[in-house]
């Protein structure tokens, strides 16, 4: 097979398996070889063994690195850090792709940047969404989602297991994180997300629902 024959065939894909090669050559292999030559040409770009993207000159449509993390692992969605720089919950936008997924740990590093992959229990695999973002089609957590799975994921690094604790030492922790903009955050659905979690997590959702309390108490009398 040919580049044009080729790029007739996944030019409309957004992404290229090797797995996919089989239904359209009777020799497989061959295709293999031949797509490890386009790839040092720069015609494609490897995102990880078996799964390609065509490089610019040659892609009808432009690809994100956020669409990439939903593609390189499935099932996963984007959260933690990435996913609250997305809700500007944090000062920064991380450029680090973030996701939870229910495979194993991972991370890998391509054209599109670094991403990685938190391994999460199937029973707290929920609380995202897809959204159109740029008109793509990504599944991202919502900011109650990535706030918990941080927590989950962090919670070694955590000292205090009660909200006295937090209170005590004027929620020094959640000002470390340098949470912002608390307004976007659903206070009744934090809650609700946080009763599937183990109970270091549940009271370290209590504590930070005191925070924004003050937080917030302390903003209306700034307004005043």
Do not use: C
Not at 35 to 55: A, D, I, M, R
Not at 96 to 119: A, E, P
Not at 137 to 161: C, H, M, Q, R, W
Not at 175 to 186: A, C, E, M, V
Request: proline letters at 3%; zero cysteines; charged letters at 25%.
């Amino acid at each position: 097979m040919n580049f044009d024959k080729f790029l007739e065939i996944y030019g409309d894909k957004p992404f290229i398996e090797s797995s996919t090669y089989s239904l359209y050559t009777s020799n497989p292999n061959i295709l293999r070889v031949q797509v490890n030559k386009w790839k040092q040409k720069g015609y494609l770009f490897e995102l990880k063994k078996g799964l390609y993207v065509f490089s610019q000159k040659y892609r009808k449509y432009p690809i994100s690195g956020l669409l990439v993390a939903n593609y390189l692992v499935y099932p996963s969605y984007i959260s933690l850090e990435h996913a609250l720089g997305f809700y500007d919950l944090i000062p920064e936008m991380v450029s680090v792709f973030t996701s939870i997924t229910t495979k194993k740990t991972n991370r890998f590093r391509n054209k599109f940047g670094l991403f990685k992959y938190n391994s999460i229990k199937k029973s707290l695999f929920f609380g995202y969404e897809m959204k159109d973002i740029e008109n793509e089609n990504i599944f991202i957590a919502s900011p109650e989602k990535a706030i918990l799975d941080y927590f989950y994921i962090n919670v070694a690094n955590i000292g205090t297991n009660n909200i006295s604790g937090f209170k005590d030492n004027g929620f020094e922790y959640f000002k470390s994180l340098r949470l912002q903009n608390l307004n976007k955050i659903n206070t009744k659905s934090l809650k609700k997300y946080s009763g599937e979690y183990p109970k270091k997590i549940k009271d370290l959702t209590k504590a930070l629902l005191e925070y924004i309390k003050v937080s917030r108490g302390a903003f209306k009398k700034l307004d005043i």
